[in-house]
């Protein structure tokens, strides 16, 4: 028969504890207390680590909006482009990723001129499908263009009929690049095939570029049955706004879409703005005409965190 380890005087003294406090109702009722404190303490910790804990971080930060601006150009009879200004001011607008810009970015020049100093806006793409163009434009005090604008340059853009476009954009610390899309709305495969090739190429650019903080943004025209962001969210990136962004509040086409593994600026706070409520008391047909269809999603930087 194996021999019982001996056993050290802690050892006994912790046995002669446990046995006393089994073998008495006092000693009972403290092991109860003991056991309660612990599994308080460890419900706390739980809670802390997965409802509590800050899990963003806290500064001074940079808004960024994309909005498709519906058929952006002096051919639209009502639209309001003081309105549209003042969506962006009372809604602390830094840059602003506009899609559906036409002919020559005319109506893009006078958003700018509204805006007035110190408002600026980079080069516009050139046409792309549809006759549309991208447009970035942004606030000079807050944010500084530090790239040069350009169609995304892969082998695999002949799938777009939008080729999406981008740009490399400062504010404090925060350096980042920027691509904005406007997906298929009417063909889904060939949405589905853009969603695919974005995905590859973001992931690319952020392994292989210069600049890790890849941004995509614009209109993904994301709508049920047929979702395509999971090209993204399967590879770890995140979609920032959750908040519908037609007027209709049904879908949530316009969003952001980051790897929050290379991406710690993002402040927790994105959404959408119901100007359509707001402004117009629910009248979509007038909100429309006057402005858009879509409403501008953005969401929030931080900007003092070390560079790497």
């Not at 498709?68 to 309001?80: A, T």
């Not at 000079?140 to 490399?168: L, N, S, W």
Request: hydrophobic share 35%; proline share 5%; with cysteine.
């Amino acid at each position: 028969m194996a021999r019982r380890p001996r056993l050290t005087p802690e050892d006994q003294l912790a046995d002669q504890v446990v046995g006393y406090m089994l073998s008495t109702r006092q000693g009972r009722r403290v092991l109860l207390v003991i056991v309660i404190v612990a599994l308080l303490g460890l419900g706390g910790y739980w809670l802390w680590q997965n409802y509590i804990r800050p899990r963003h971080p806290v500064g001074p930060t940079v808004r960024l909006a994309t909005w498709n601006l519906r058929q952006f150009s002096e051919g639209r009879k009502h639209v309001d482009l003081s309105r549209i200004a003042s969506i962006i001011r009372d809604n602390r607008f830094d840059l602003v990723a506009i899609q559906e810009v036409k002919k020559d970015g005319e109506l893009v020049d006078r958003l700018v001129g509204e805006l007035g100093t110190p408002w600026k806006a980079a080069r516009f793409s050139d046409t792309s499908g549809n006759y549309e163009r991208f447009a970035f434009i942004f606030n000079a005090d807050h944010v500084q263009e530090v790239g040069t604008p350009h169609f995304i340059a892969t082998t695999d853009a002949v799938i777009f009929d939008r080729t999406p476009y981008q740009d490399t954009f400062r504010a404090g610390n925060f350096e980042f690049t920027l691509i904005e899309v406007h997906l298929s709305y009417t063909n889904v495969d060939r949405r589905r095939q853009e969603a695919e090739t974005l995905a590859r190429f973001a992931k690319r650019l952020e392994q292989t570029g210069n600049e890790r903080d890849v941004i995509v943004c614009g209109d993904f025209n994301e709508e049920p049955p047929h979702l395509n962001l999971h090209c993204f969210t399967d590879e770890g990136w995140e979609s920032l706004n959750h908040d519908p962004t037609n007027l209709g509040g049904t879908e949530v086409f316009d969003t952001f879409v980051i790897d929050p593994l290379a991406t710690k600026e993002w402040s927790g706070s994105a959404g959408s703005v119901h100007f359509d409520e707001q402004l117009y008391g629910n009248d979509d047909k007038r909100a429309e005409d006057e402005v858009s269809d879509h409403r501008p999603a953005y969401a929030d930087f931080v900007t003092n965190l070390p560079k790497p």
